[in-house]
């Protein structure tokens, strides 16, 4: 009879074993795939940091890259003349330490063209300054090169923003209101340079005909190799 006992209470125990195993597997199974879970949840947290990342990368480079503030349009509430030509005038540059003075003449078409045209000696034009509402072209004839850039490429480089306006302005024998005590001036990351007018009286609304140099014979260069 003990024996009957005893075989009985070792099939109880097997069969609380092999519960107590199938419970410990289920378990088991279950801690895995709930790993499983949360390594798939922690790559795809890392991924989401990774493209987080690369977005305040690309942020802070378009944030370098491009000016601070938008480059201003002025309002033009009015017109005080179509066509401008000033002769005789003179005009005091510094480039640095080192100032350079010259006579220069202008012509304007008020939202057309400004040209300045500098001439050293024996009224020969040496260099030449052309803006249009769009852009600004510096022509050395002498070196037989040219510049040239957009406003909103140039104001990425200088301070205060250049504009159409201040050298539609200097063509008709004023002032730029940016200028102070009468003279402008522009500073870049490399140096300053400063223009200084003597003016004479212009002639205004006469008819003028006057286009862009063909700078076809004459090497482009970087605008901001100009600047340093």
């Keep these: 009879m003990k024996r009957y006992t005893y075989i009985l209470i070792a099939c109880v125990l097997v069969m609380s074993s092999c519960k107590t195993t199938q419970q410990l597997t289920r378990m088991e ?3 895995l795939l709930l790993t499983q ?20 990368r690309q942020l802070n480079e378009l944030s370098q890259t491009q000016p601070e503030e938008s480059t201003p349009t002025p309002l033009v509430t009015k017109r005080d003349w179509n066509t401008c030509v000033m002769r005789g005038a003179k005009a005091k ?7 350079y003075s010259s006579s220069c003449s202008t012509q304007a078409v008020w939202d057309t ?10 009224g020969i034009e040496a260099f030449r300054v052309e803006a249009t509402p769009r852009d600004i072209t510096v022509i050395n004839k002498a070196a037989k090169e040219y510049y040239r850039a957009t406003y909103a490429e140039l104001n990425t480089e200088v301070r ?4 159409f306006a201040d050298l539609r302005s200097l063509a008709s024998g004023k002032t730029p209101a940016s200028a102070k005590n009468g003279v402008l001036t522009y500073t870049a ?40």
């Design 93 to 99: 540059v510094t480039l640095g330490s080192k100032s």
């Design 160 to 163: 205060p923003f250049v504009t």
């Design 37 to 56: 879970k949360l390594d798939e949840m922690s790559h795809k947290m890392d991924s989401v940091q990774q493209q987080l990342t690369a977005v305040k």
């Design 113 to 122: 063209l400004v040209v300045i045209s500098i001439t050293p000696a024996f």
């Design 189 to 228: 990351k490399n140096g300053s340079a400063s223009l200084q007018m003597t003016y004479t009286t212009p002639t205004f609304n006469q008819p003028l005909s006057i286009t862009r140099l063909d700078v076809k014979k004459y090497t482009k260069k970087d605008f901001k190799t100009l600047l340093k």
């Design 29 to 31: 199974q279950q801690q």
